[in-house]
């Protein structure tokens, strides 16, 4: 049976809250605290060895760092049953979790990043949907044709 092609997302993070190095040191880690329904259904949609770009936002610049890869998936979010998290959700039980989350690994980080701006500048909202103005979206799907032309111009990650 031949091995499907990874499909490719875009994921964002803060750096200062959790950035690439901190999974580089971790290796892996759980992307959880996600509450938004169309972020967590994405998720669901992820299979194993799907690839990711690492986007750090809400700093200057924000911009594609690194690559991540889908290692787990359809994992229950435990932050959710947690009352000292601040992602802690009363509607959810044990019983009928509302959160999922995947598990994440590292892959590499890139020799250059690539900012909004120039995102923008290169990309139209159909092709990388986090140009958009106004998208606040954490997890989003790169088209496979946008995701080769990313990963020309980033080059091959660093371990």
Same mark, same amino acid.
């Given at each position: 049976?031949?091995?499907? @092609?990874?499909?490719? $997302?875009?994921?964002?993070?803060? +750096? ?9 040191? @971790?290796?892996?880690?759980? $992307?959880? #605290?996600? =509450?938004?329904?169309?972020? %967590?259904?994405?998720? =669901? ?5 799907? /690839? ?11 911009? *594609?760092?690194?690559?991540? @890869? ?11 049953? &947690?009352?000292?998290?601040?992602? !802690? &959700?009363?509607?959810?039980? %044990? #019983?009928? +979790?509302?959160? &999922? ?7 590499? *980080? !890139? ?8 995102? =923008?500048? *290169? ?9 958009? %103005? #106004?998208? =606040?979206?954490? *997890?989003? +799907? ?6 080769? &032309?990313?990963?020309?111009?980033? #080059? /091959?990650?660093?371990?």
């Amino acid at each position: 049976m031949a091995q499907q @092609e990874p499909n490719y $997302w875009l994921m964002k993070s803060e +750096p200062d809250v959790y950035g690439i190095n901190h999974l580089k040191q @971790e290796v892996l880690t759980l $992307w959880d #605290g996600i =509450r938004n329904y169309q972020a %967590r259904n994405f998720m =669901r949609s992820m299979q194993v060895g799907d /690839k990711a770009f690492f986007y750090h936002s809400n700093c200057k610049p924000p911009s *594609i760092v690194g690559l991540m @890869e889908v290692s787990k998936t359809g994992l229950i979010d435990p932050t959710q049953f &947690d009352e000292n998290s601040k992602y !802690f &959700d009363e509607k959810s039980s %044990r #019983g009928k +979790p509302r959160w &999922d989350c995947v598990q994440m690994k590292y892959v590499g *980080i !890139f020799n250059q990043s690539i900012s909004l701006e120039e995102l =923008r500048e *290169i990309y139209t909202p159909e092709k990388l949907q986090v140009v958009k %103005r #106004g998208n =606040r979206l954490s *997890i989003m +799907p790169v088209l496979k044709t946008t995701a080769n &032309d990313l990963l020309k111009r980033l #080059g /091959k990650p660093i371990v």
